[in-house]
């Protein structure tokens, strides 16, 4: 067997049983759901981190593994952390080679909060931004997702509004100095396109900007987030007109903007030849 079918039917075994130590540990009733991961980058697949959530509030631990069980070795107390149907992922944010943990709660109003914790070594602490609602820390964020839009091979944090109108951006969170700082860019729309195999095709997308007066750039990130699968043939044409061209993708460049001209409603058409699985993300803001 594979050693990665291995690792994969041992991790099961142990989240069966995690589960039920995390559960048993858990006294509030009407438990929603749970999900548990490996999350240390040690090599060793000692740590799980779980999200739990009874309906309403919420916590995240971290489980040491031992044997076939598990103890809780931290649970950081966030009174306003709350929702449903907990997913747990992880992403390295700061680049330290150890994964981040990022606990998404969809709420019963059909929105998201999302928290990015920091494991030090012996606690788990808030790495996202936040703010204070009447002495205890709650999450700025929703439904985010990471992309380095800056091309300093550092992830941002995109967050979108907690609700959809034309009207909202997405903000953009970027790590300065070991912690979070919103920066001035805004996304108004944004996608990601891939060269498919076979023929050449034009994908084209429409988008509508409440205030087409003010200055918008196109943000381009050629590849994917770990700068794979660049691009070097794309043709981008925005009402009518070409914004971008083969000459402005080669392998080195992987974030440029370019100023683009706007109306009430767009038409966006990308065109890629080349190498298949290439791909671009593009996003038009303002900064
Ligand atoms: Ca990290
Ligand atoms: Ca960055």
Redesign the pocket.
């Known amino acids: 067997m594979p050693t990665d079918c291995r690792t994969l039917f041992r991790t099961a075994f142990l989240l069966i049983a995690i589960v039920g130590v995390v559960k048993s540990a858990y006294s509030q009733s009407n438990d929603a759901a749970i999900v548990d991961q490996f999350f240390n ?1 040690t090599g060793q697949a000692d740590f799980l981190v779980a999200a739990y959530t009874n309906g309403s509030s919420a916590v995240v631990r971290v489980l040491r593994r031992q044997g076939t069980s598990a103890t809780l070795v931290a649970e950081p107390a966030l009174p306003l952390m709350g929702g449903i149907i907990p997913e747990v992922s992880l ?10 943990i990022v606990v998404h709660y969809s709420a019963a109003t059909g929105g998201y909060s999302a928290w990015i914790f ?1 494991w030090t070594g012996t606690a788990l602490t808030v790495f996202g931004p936040t703010e204070m609602d009447d002495g205890d820390v709650t999450t700025v964020l929703h439904d985010v997702g990471f992309r380095d839009v800056t091309g300093d091979g550092i992830p941002e944090i995109l967050n979108p509004p907690e609700h959809k109108a034309s009207d909202l951006t997405t903000t953009v969170y970027q790590l300065v100095g070991g912690a979070y700082t919103q920066i001035s860019t805004k996304i108004y729309e944004s996608r990601s396109f891939i060269r498919r195999t076979g023929t050449p095709q034009t994908e084209t997308i429409t988008f509508d900007l409440v205030d087409p007066t003010m200055s918008y750039v196109m943000l381009i990130r050629n590849g994917d987030d770990a700068g794979a699968d660049r691009a070097s043939s794309v043709q981008i044409t925005l009402n009518g007109n070409e914004v971008a061209g083969t000459s402005q993708f080669n392998q080195q460049v992987q974030v440029f903007r370019l100023p683009i001209t706007v109306s009430d409603s767009n038409t966006l058409s990308v065109r890629f030849a080349g190498q298949p699985q290439s791909q671009i993300w593009l996003a038009i803001v303002t900064e």
């Not at 992403?91 to 981040?100: I, K, M, N, T, Y």
């Open positions: 980058g992403v390295d944010l700061d680049g330290d080679s150890r994964p981040e920091k």
